[in-house]
Nanobody
């Protein structure tokens, strides 16, 4: 019943911006943390950002701090990831997931995943 659907990916030039959206259903967004993860070919899936359920505390991987911003709209059951100053190393499939932010953004702390949306940063 729990579903997460990502959108907003695409091809952008280095230095460009994208906003990813994650629409969730089957649970109340205000009662679940949502994390953003990314996976590049041949690499482990890594946590990018997370927003907690109760207080809306946000977390970011060091590699994206100052460039990415996570936010949520509880009325629309949607979480966003605003990505600015994109770099080629940001190229990956991005996933949103429901779970717990924990001490840091860990794959093992998230049980429900979206299908993913691809982001390509290239000239």
């Amino acid at each position: 019943q729990v579903q997460l659907v990502e959108s907003g990916g695409g091809l952008v030039q280095p230095g460009g911006s994208l906003r990813l959206s994650c629409v969730v259903s089957g649970f109340t967004l205000g009662h679940s943390a949502i994390g953003w993860f990314r996976e590049a070919p041949g690499k482990e899936r890594e946590g990018v950002s997370c927003i907690s359920s109760s207080y809306g505390v946000t977390y970011y991987a060091d590699s994206v701090k100052g460039r990415f911003t996570i936010s949520r709209d509880n009325a629309k059951n949607t979480v966003y990831l605003q990505m600015n100053s994109l770099k080629p190393e940001d190229t990956a499939t991005y996933y949103c997931a429901a779970g717990d932010c924990g001490t840091w953004i860990a794959v093992s702390d998230f049980g429900s995943w979206g299908q993913g949306t691809q982001v390509i940063v290239s000239s």
